[in-house]
C-alpha cells in the first residue's frame, strides 16, 4: 500500500493554529507553548509563542491558512503588516516564523530572506518561513 506524502489542509484557521502549536511544541521540545490571547484581541502578530528548550527568549508563529480551492496566496502586504506588528510583542523575539498552507511561492521565499537578513543586521528578531501546504 502507498502512503500520502502530504495531508489536507486544516478546514479552519483555528485548527490549523492548534496544530502549529501541537507541531512547533514537539520541534522545540516546549511544554509551555501558547496560543496568543484570544479571537478578536490585538496579538501582536503572533498566534503561537515559546521558549525553545536551550533557548532563553521567545519564539513567535503568525500563521497563515489559506484554503485549498481558491489558491489564495500569502501577500507581500500581509508579511510587511505582520512584521510590523510583531516588533510590538513583548518580550521581544528572537525568531518570528510564518506558517502556512500557501502554496510556494519563490517571491514570498525571497522577501522573507531579505528581510531576514535586514532584521540580524538591525538586531531584530530573525524571520522565517515554512510551507505547510501540499506542494513544500
Same mark, same amino acid.
Given at each position: ?5 502530504s ?10 493554529? %492548534? ?7 514537539e ?21 503561537v509563542y515559546?521558549?525553545?528548550?536551550g533557548?532563553?527568549?521567545?519564539? *513567535?508563529?503568525?500563521?497563515? *491558512?489559506?484554503?485549498?480551492? &481558491? ?8 508579511? +510587511? ?6 516588533? %510590538?510583542?513583548?518580550p %521581544? ?6 506558517? &502556512?498552507?500557501? $502554496?510556494?511561492? $519563490?517571491v514570498?521565499? &525571497? ?15 530573525? $524571520? +522565517? ?8
Open positions: 500500500m502507498k502512503i500520502s506524502q495531508l489536507p489542509r486544516p478546514e479552519n484557521w483555528q485548527d490549523f493554529e %492548534s496544530l502549529c502549536k501541537k507541531l512547533w511544541g520541534i522545540w521540545s516546549c511544554t509551555e507553548i501558547k496560543k496568543n490571547g484570544r479571537s478578536g484581541q490585538n496579538q501582536a502578530g503572533i498566534d515559546g521558549i525553545p528548550k533557548e532563553t527568549s521567545y519564539f *513567535g508563529i503568525q500563521c497563515k *491558512g489559506k484554503d485549498e480551492y &481558491t489558491n489564495k496566496q500569502l501577500l507581500e502586504k500581509e508579511i +510587511h503588516e505582520e512584521i510590523e506588528k510583531a516588533k %510590538s510583542f513583548e %521581544s523575539l528572537k525568531k518570528m516564523y510564518f506558517a &502556512t498552507t500557501a $502554496v510556494k511561492d $519563490v514570498i521565499e &525571497t522577501l522573507i530572506r531579505k528581510k531576514n537578513i535586514e532584521h540580524i543586521k538591525n538586531g531584530l528578531f530573525e $524571520v +522565517h518561513l515554512v510551507f505547510m501546504g501540499r506542494y513544500y
